[in-house]
């Protein structure tokens, strides 16, 4: 068997000493073949983060609980659990340490493949494939943030290859978050937020068969975030509300999007148009190589709730750092989260 050591990222992978209890995801103390590594986001800097934080609805950082599997070229239907090891998280540089208490590994393997969340992968036909779970689309409150780690597909691939062995993932999913601030004099309660397209741009999967080889299922013409119990908003309170989207169909400029807001009520406010331009734009994407949602990016829509419409008030995306508008935070209600 071979002793790996990871160089460039300071991966520490260890043979012959048993994991801990809380270093491993099966609590088996007994195996000799206990891997510790670090894994990265990104490129090694403070730019990329791995599921966003309850506590401010921004922070995007390896959190406890983390886990994702890995797969070697010569058994690509073994699975290989790291789970975080809690005390190693760094929020400077977007990095942990994660172990595997009995990693299967041969003497002839070369490439890897990693992929987060873990368990939410199945291989078949040469491929593994991610479907965006349901629940990615449903809160439990305002700012609620926690369970989008289930969704928030990253891929880490490469070799290994005298001694160097790296570790670094790459989203595969894009952020939507939407803020409305409500206008009226009294408070209300929204029951679900949904984005509406005339063209099929929301993906509803991922394929990895190699990186030159990954693909995105397209899906359907909109996204819906629903509430468990509602969300009640005080006047000029703001609603944050998130969900995920992966890459679809191309989103052209000319293509028309609006957003509805379904009140407990039973009515249903409608924004105004807008264009797809808006978001292009917001993005600073290169158009000539199309326009998706691109993964990594945080597009935030921003709508002011009146008497009888839904303002539409623009769209912001940040590239890669998905950092927040903090002018668009007045009011935000605390989280109602367990």
Not at 23 to 48: H, R, W
Not at 127 to 141: A, C, I, L, R, S
């Amino acid at each position: 068997m071979k002793i790996l050591s990871n160089v460039c990222l300071v991966c520490s992978i260890i043979l012959g000493v048993s994991c801990t209890g809380e270093e491993i995801s099966n609590n088996n103390q007994e195996t000799d073949n206990c891997y510790i590594l670090k894994a990265y986001i990104g490129e090694k800097e403070p730019v990329s983060r791995a599921t966003v934080s309850n506590v401010d609805g921004k922070s995007f950082m390896w959190q406890t609980g983390d886990k994702f599997d890995m797969y070697l070229n010569d058994a690509p239907s073994t699975t290989n659990e790291f789970a975080i090891i809690d005390n190693t998280i760094s929020n400077d540089v977007n990095s942990a340490d994660f172990s595997c208490g009995n990693f299967q590994v041969s003497e002839n393997f070369v490439n890897y493949t990693a992929f987060y969340p873990a368990g939410k992968f199945v291989y078949g036909s040469g491929k593994y494939t991610f479907e965006m779970p349901d629940d990615v689309y449903t809160q439990t409150g305002n700012n609620s943030t926690e369970h989008l780690r289930s969704g928030l597909v990253m891929v880490a691939n490469g070799n290994y290859n005298d001694g160097v062995y790296t570790i670094e993932f790459k989203h595969k999913a894009s952020l939507i978050r939407f803020g409305v601030t409500n206008r009226r004099d009294v408070n209300v309660v929204i029951n679900s937020i949904k984005l509406v397209s005339t063209v099929s741009c929301f993906g509803s999967g991922y394929s990895y068969a190699g990186s030159a080889e990954e693909s995105y299922n397209a899906g359907g013409n909109s996204i819906n975030i629903s509430f468990n119990s509602g969300v009640e908003i005080q006047p000029d309170y703001n609603l944050k509300s998130y969900t995920l989207a992966m890459r679809g169909d191309n989103i052209t400029d000319d293509a028309d999007f609006h957003i509805e807001a379904e009140l407990s009520d039973g009515t249903t406010v409608i924004s105004q148009t807008f264009k797809g331009s808006e978001i292009n734009n917001a993005t600073g994407f290169d158009k000539a190589n199309g326009n998706y949602w691109l993964p990594g990016y945080y597009y935030s829509f921003y709508l002011d709730l009146k008497e009888n419409t839904l303002d539409f008030s623009g769209v912001t995306c940040s590239i890669t750092a998905w950092t927040d508008d903090s002018n668009s935070d007045k009011g935000a209600v605390t989280p109602d989260i367990n």
